[in-house]
């Protein structure tokens, strides 16, 4: 399987050094892969690990969107052996039909609440769980500033999946520093592609990118506060995904603005 620039990128921040010599179409080892980092690389550990939870936060979305990349390849170009296993021959492995992908991921924290089935309301539209399983946070909501798809989370309001979810779209939708950097003429397209190869496990475009001297602080300061300011609200995604309406969304923001009040003011 031939894999294209943006493949070959998600697969090395998945697999890292460790994945060379193995097929990019065996998709349990990826799914493996991703399991582990997923677990290490998860924001709730920042306090713990002494690390910065945007910057976590940042490094669990890219491994999530590397996983992505990978399956729909998969998808759409089944590989072409079966790993077979127990008595099966291989010419039985090799009809047996490509697995479609799954979304196995579990909320590494907290009380879960396990629905396989069912309906749970979210404001006038009900929403299906999963037939494969999919999990509700079901304990107290964290004494602490959230973000807003968080407190959805920790309200029980949406699945541990639809969390996951939303920041990957919110991620994928976001405008790319190398992008915006390229039309302000701060980089080359060339410079773009030579950054990228050269970006380390974890680290950031805009970190690599003054790593090597190809922007300057003052300049990726003015990128990041443009990307934000660019960004799309992760509130549109649960209205497009028809997740909530949009007074149950608006309802869910105000009650969202009075808990982060309570410990802003400490």
Same mark, same amino acid.
């Given at each position: ?14 697999? &890292?050094?460790? &994945?060379?010599?193995?097929?990019? !179409? ?11 980092? *997923?677990?290490?690389?998860? +924001? ?8 910065? /939870?945007?910057?976590? %936060? ?9 996983? =992505? ?9 089944? /590989? ?5 296993? &127990? =008595?099966?021959? #291989? =010419? ?10 799954? *979304? ?7 009380? %879960?609440?396990?629905?396989?089935? &069912? ?22 909501? +964290? ?41 302000? !003429? ?30 300057? %602080? ?7 506060? #443009? ?40």
């Amino acid at each position: 399987m031939t894999l294209t620039r943006e493949e070959e990128k998600a697969f090395f921040l998945l697999m &890292g050094i460790s &994945g060379r010599g193995v097929n990019p !179409g065996d998709e349990e080892t990826l799914k493996r892969a991703f399991r582990n980092k *997923a677990k290490k690389a998860h +924001p709730d550990l920042a306090a713990r690990l002494g690390k910065d /939870p945007q910057v976590m %936060q940042k490094h669990f979305m890219e491994l999530n969107d590397a996983f =992505n990349i990978l399956m729909e390849r998969l998808q759409r170009e089944p /590989p072409s052996y079966t790993v077979c296993r &127990g =008595n099966r021959s #291989k =010419n039985e492995a090799a009809r047996a039909p490509f697995k479609e992908k799954r *979304a196995s991921s579990r909320a590494p924290w907290g009380t %879960q609440k396990e629905e396989n089935r &069912g309906e749970r309301d979210t404001g006038g539209q009900k929403k299906k769980t999963s037939d494969q399983g999919d999990f509700y946070f079901s304990g107290r909501t +964290p004494n602490r500033n959230l973000r807003f798809a968080e407190y959805l989370y920790y309200s029980g309001v949406i699945s541990w999946m639809d969390l996951v979810h939303a920041l990957v779209w919110q991620y994928r939708n976001r405008p790319k520093i190398g992008e915006m950097a390229t039309q302000e !003429g701060l980089l080359s397209f060339e410079d773009v592609l030579e950054i990228i190869r050269e970006k380390k496990q974890g680290e950031l475009f805009g970190e690599a990118a003054l790593r090597m001297g190809y922007l300057k %602080q003052v300049h990726l300061n003015s990128l990041v506060r #443009k990307q934000k300011k660019l960004g799309i609200p992760i509130g549109h995604y649960f209205i497009l995904s028809r997740k909530m309406t949009k007074e149950t969304l608006y309802k869910k923001l105000s009650e969202y603005r009075r808990h982060n009040t309570i410990f802003d003011a400490k």
